[in-house]
């Protein structure tokens, strides 16, 4: 069965200070791997996808970066945070063929800047 | 864009009463986009209710129907009597057939269900 898992649960970062999010799915090679963001009161929206390793392409400019540097592993990171940035991160894998949409989401990092 | 509209939340309904929450969508990027429910339960992740592929058809799921309605681009879900572990926030999501394009949600509505 496949497991996919998040870290930190949450985190409480002040503005201006750096930030790493993880994401490992186990259980599926090769996935399709995405990061969504949803404000308090918002809607989820895709921020990053990839579908390889070492390729990642963006969706929505936030002033985040996303690496791949393992078939299992997504990170989203920022070396400066804003306020804006605060809400909740998802990751989300799903398969890397075409008509598969169904996508598979982790528990989720609840994240406030200060 | 893609864009989808769900009942406003939140939604307070008592057990063993029915409930339906509406969802439109508006897809610009494909003619027929799959649909899906997702349900988060408190304390728990965002999983996969129900989906649907085909205009005309319903899926169903934990005593959940949703049905894919072209003509009125809507996918309305729905479910007879309710219990009070229903209490959770659901997300009505259009899909593009492309795994790289990603979903497009709504804003979720949470329900609550009293016993």
């Known amino acids: 069965a496949q497991t996919i898992h998040q870290w930190p649960v949450a985190e409480i970062k002040a503005v201006g200070s750096p930030l790493s999010l993880g994401c490992t799915i186990k259980?599926?090679?090769?996935?399709?791997l995405y990061w969504y963001w949803q404000a308090t009161g918002g809607t989820l929206q895709q921020l990053f996808y990839?579908?390889?390793?070492?390729?990642v392409e963006s969706v929505v400019q936030l002033n985040l970066s996303a690496s791949r540097p393992k078939d299992d592993q997504f990170i989203l990171s920022t070396e400066k945070l804003l306020l804006s940035h605060s809400g909740f991160y998802l990751c989300?894998?799903?398969?890397?063929?075409?008509?598969?949409?169904?996508?598979?989401f982790g528990p989720g990092t609840r994240l406030l800047v200060l | 864009g893609d864009s989808v509209t769900q009942t406003e939340g939140p939604v307070t309904v008592s057990e063993s009463e029915s409930l339906i929450i509406n969802c439109t969508y508006s897809?610009?990027?494909?003619?027929?986009?799959?649909l899906f429910w997702y349900v988060r339960y408190p304390g728990e992740g965002l999983q996969l209710l129900l989906k649907?592929?085909?205009?005309?058809q319903k899926g169903s799921s934990r005593g959940f129907e949703a049905t894919y309605n072209k003509e009125t681009t809507s996918f309305h879900l729905q479910k007879a009597s309710v219990q009070e572990s229903d209490s959770a926030v659901y997300y009505c999501?259009?899909?593009?057939?492309?795994?790289?394009?990603?979903?497009?949600f709504g804003l979720g509505t949470r329900v609550s269900v009293f016993p």
């Open positions: 989300a894998w799903s398969l890397g063929q075409l008509n598969q949409d169904t996508q598979y």
């Open positions: 259980g599926k090679s090769s996935p399709n």
């Open positions: 990839s579908i390889t390793v070492g390729q």
């Open positions: 897809a610009t990027s494909i003619a027929y986009p799959n």
């Open positions: 649907v592929i085909t205009a005309g």
């Open positions: 999501a259009l899909g593009a057939h492309n795994y790289a394009q990603g979903l497009t």
